[in-house]
C-alpha cells in the first residue's frame, strides 16, 4: 500500500534533501520545493497529504500560503519551520490554520510525529466530509477559482445576492453563467422561495410567451387546459432568464410590463396576475450592440442592466484552469469509480496553454472524456480522446520522414515547423530555438535537451538573439 506523500518546501537545498532522506526511509512519498508559488503548483497538480513549510521563503509569505491552500485543499495540513527569531509568527500562523510548527533545527522524532498526527486527523475529516469535498454545498464554493475576476465576481455577489436588484450576467457560453444566479439566488432573502429557470434560446418563440406567462384553456390548439407559466411558478422567489438577447421584440415587451409592472396576463386571458419575483438574466451577446442594432429594446435593457456582472473567457483567466482541472479529475475519478490521483505535467502545461472555446463546460467535458479513456493512475497525454488531439498537440516543429516527404504527407500528431528558403542560418536556429521554448512552455532545461545542447549553450544563444 502506498504511503502518503509530504511536500517540503524550503529555499535552503541542504534543508530540503536532508528532510527529504529523513522523511524517504521512514517510508513516506517526498516531493520537493523551493518556493511558494512552485509548491502550490505542485499542490494542484499532485496528491499532497501533509505541507513541511519554511515560513521565510521566496515569493509568497506564509499568510498567503495558507490562504491559498486553505481554499484549494482545506484539510490539508501545513508544519511550519522557522527561525527563532519568528516563532511569534509562527504561532500566529498555526491561529490562521497551521497544523503545528517547529524551530530549525526541528527535533526530527517530534516532527515525524506531529506528521503521523496529522496525517491520522487529514484522514478522518476527509471521510467525515467525502461526499461535501467533490460536489460543493455552498453555492459560492461551486464558483471554482483563485483568478482576481473570479474573486471580485464572488465579493460582488455577496453584495448583490442580500438586495432585491435586477442582474444581468454576461460571458461567453460555458463560462458558468448558471453558476453565478445559483449562488446570487442561493444567498438571498428569497432562498426560501422557488429558484425557476427559463433557457429563452432552446424554447421555440411561438411557445415561449405561454411558457413564461403561462395560458387559459383554449388559448390556442393543444390547450386544453390553463396552465402557470414560469414567472407565476417563481412568485417570492427567483426567475433566471438565460439567453434572454434570444427574446422577440413581442415578448420584450411583455417583459418589461413585468419588470415595472410586477404584473402580467396568461395567454388568452384578461386578468391581471401579480407576482413577487426577482429576475436574474444572461447572455453571452452583447446587448448594447443590439441595442444599436435595433434588436433589442434600450428601456428593457436598462431594466435588466441595474447589476452587471461579467465572466471572463476562461482563456484570459488560465491560473483557474489546472484548479478546475484537478477539481473536475476528483469529481469523474469518484463517479466512474477509478483511482486516477494527479493530471501529468506535460498534460497539465498543454490543457493550460489551449484556449478552451467552450469555456468551463468544454473543459469539464474533456476531463470527463479523458478519465474515462484512462487506465492509469495518472491522467496523461495517453488519456487524451482522438477529437482532442489535433486541437491540444498543434503542430510545430518540424518532424517529416523521408517517405512520408514522398507521399506529401505530414503526420498531424507531429509537433511541426515550415522553414522558408532564403532565411539566414542565424535566423533559422533563433525562430527553432524561439518555438522549441513555446512548445516547453519556456523550460530551459527541457528545451535544451529537445534541441541536443547544453543548458549553458541554450542560454548564450536565447541572449545572442534577445530571446529572454
Known amino acids: 500500500m502506498a504511503k502518503e506523500t509530504i511536500l517540503v518546501v524550503d529555499d535552503e537545498e541542504k534543508i530540503r534533501e ?85 524551530i530549525k533545527p526541528p527535533n526530527i522524532e517530534k516532527l515525524l510525529t506531529s506528521i503521523s498526527k496529522a496525517i491520522d486527523v ?91 406567462f403561462g395560458h387559459e384553456k383554449g388559448a390556442f390548439t393543444g390547450a386544453i387546459n390553463r396552465r402557470k407559466g414560469r414567472f407565476e411558478l417563481a412568485n417570492d422567489g427567483t426567475i433566471f432568464l438565460d ?23 396568461r395567454v388568452g386571458g384578461e386578468e391581471d ?11 453571452n451577446k452583447n446587448l448594447e450592440e443590439e441595442v444599436k442594432k435595433g434588436n433589442f429594446r434600450e428601456d428593457l435593457y436598462y431594466r435588466i442592466n441595474i447589476i452587471t456582472i461579467h465572466i471572463p473567457p476562461l482563456r484570459q483567466r488560465k491560473i483557474d484552469i489546472p484548479i478546475l482541472a484537478s477539481h473536475f479529475l476528483r469529481l469523474y475519478s469518484e463517479n466512474y469509480k477509478k483511482n486516477i490521483k494527479i493530471i501529468s505535467k506535460e498534460l ?64 498531424p500528431q507531429k509537433p511541426i515547423m515550415v522553414i522558408e528558403i532564403g532565411k539566414t542560418l542565424d535566423r533559422i536556429e533563433k525562430e527553432i530555438i524561439e518555438e522549441t521554448l513555446k512548445l516547453t512552455n519556456h523550460n530551459k532545461s527541457k528545451t535544451a535537451r529537445i534541441l541536443g545542447i547544453t543548458r549553458k549553450t541554450l542560454l548564450l544563444k536565447m541572449k545572442k538573439y534577445n530571446l529572454n
Open 18 to 102: 536532508g528532510l527529504k532522506t529523513i522523511f524517504e526511509l521512514e517510508g513516506y512519498n517526498v516531493v520537493t520545493s523551493s518556493d511558494g508559488e512552485d509548491a502550490i503548483r505542485k499542490i494542484n497538480n499532485e496528491k499532497i497529504d501533509i505541507v513541511i513549510l519554511d515560513l521565510k521563503m521566496p515569493n509568497m509569505n506564509g499568510y498567503e500560503f495558507l490562504k491559498i491552500v486553505s481554499k484549494t485543499d482545506p484539510f490539508l495540513p501545513v508544519i511550519i519551520l522557522t527561525a527563532y527569531g519568528s516563532v511569534e509568527e509562527a504561532v500566529s500562523l498555526t491561529k490562521q490554520g497551521a497544523f503545528d510548527y517547529f
Open 122 to 212: 487529514r484522514k478522518s475529516l476527509l471521510e467525515k466530509s467525502k461526499d461535501k469535498t467533490l460536489i460543493p454545498q455552498n453555492a459560492l464554493d461551486a464558483i471554482i477559482g483563485e483568478s482576481e475576476d473570479i474573486k471580485q465576481i464572488k465579493d460582488l455577489i455577496r453584495r448583490v445576492a442580500i438586495t432585491d436588484a435586477t442582474v444581468l450576467i454576461t460571458g461567453e457560453s460555458g463560462t458558468g453563467k448558471e453558476l453565478i444566479a445559483n449562488a446570487i439566488h442561493a444567498l438571498s432573502p428569497r432562498r426560501e422561495g422557488p429558484f425557476v429557470k427559463v433557457n429563452c434560446g432552446s424554447i421555440p418563440e411561438t411557445l415561449l410567451e405561454a411558457e413564461l
Open 243 to 265: 439567453e434572454i438577447g434570444e427574446i422577440s421584440p413581442k415578448l420584450q415587451v411583455a417583459l418589461l410590463r413585468v419588470l415595472q409592472e410586477k404584473e402580467f396576463q
Open 273 to 283: 396576475i401579480k407576482v413577487n419575483v426577482r429576475v436574474i438574466a444572461a447572455t
Open 348 to 411: 497539465m502545461e498543454i490543457i493550460t496553454n489551449y484556449s478552451w472555446p467552450g469555456n468551463v463546460r468544454e473543459l469539464q467535458n474533456f476531463i470527463e472524456s479523458a478519465v474515462i479513456m484512462c487506465t492509469k493512475e495518472e491522467l496523461s497525454i495517453e488519456c487524451i480522446p482522438q477529437h482532442y488531439k489535433p486541437k491540444l498537440i498543434p503542430p510545430k516543429i518540424l518532424n517529416i520522414t523521408k517517405n512520408q516527404q514522398n507521399q506529401n504527407y505530414i503526420n
